[in-house]
């Protein structure tokens, strides 16, 4: 039986579930990148171009090329499968966006943090931010052509992650490596929504 292919505008009418998933991380971590490589419609992105007065405030030591910057929020959509539709919001990475932070975290069944292995120390108000909020979450560590490659267990040590928080690897340009990140974290979001139901 072949599976229902969704157009750019619409969802299948196999799909029985929908999930809202963030997608968080620092500035510049790649969550612009990793948002439009998933999506099977146009992905919607609210940038502006990076001005004299916001490279001041914002560190663009290892992305000296990047020229925009997200103000408001990357919208994309995946199906997984027949049945499930992901719908992705990639939040800005500064500190002073903390406020569409908690917004958009608001009816997030979980989200999924881009980390960069050149800077994990700029991970951790995202991921203290979502500790305080109780959204449970995946970290994914975004691997630049010029990072340095840490053994992953070296990576969770330095994030002081908990024991059962997921953390893999992807290239956040690759569309096959981003779909398996979602993958993941969906599954963990089901093996915890299992782990909570209550027993007859």
């Known amino acids: 039986m072949a599976s229902a292919v969704p157009s750019d505008r619409f969802v299948a009418p196999t799909v029985t ?6 997608v968080a991380g620092a500035f510049g971590v790649g969550k612009t990148t990793f948002v439009g490589s998933v999506s099977e419609m146009p992905p919607v992105h609210m940038e502006e171009t990076i001005t004299r007065a916001s490279a001041l405030v914002d560190d663009l030591a290892r992305t000296p090329e990047k020229s925009t910057t997200t103000v408001g929020v990357d919208f994309g959509r995946k199906h997984l499968g ?12 500064q500190a002073r ?17 881009l980390v960069d292995p ?13 500790e305080e909020t109780e959204v449970a979450y995946a970290v994914v560590v975004n691997q630049f052509d010029d990072a340095p490659r840490y053994p992953l267990a070296e990576i969770h040590e330095a994030l002081a992650l908990e024991e059962h928080t997921p953390l893999s690897v992807c290239d956040a340009r690759e569309r096959a490596s981003c779909i398996q990140t979602l993958i993941h974290l969906t599954e963990y979001l089901a093996h915890l929504a299992h782990r909570l139901e209550p027993r007859p």
């Open 82 to 93: 027949d049945d499930l539709v992901l719908y992705l919001f990639g939040t800005p990475g």
């Open 97 to 113: 966006f903390r406020f569409l932070w908690e917004e958009l975290i608001v009816g997030a069944l979980g989200a999924l943090v």
């Open 118 to 130: 050149r800077d994990l120390d700029a991970s951790h108000e995202i991921l203290t931010l979502l």
């Open 17 to 22: 579930a929908t999930a809202k998933i963030v």
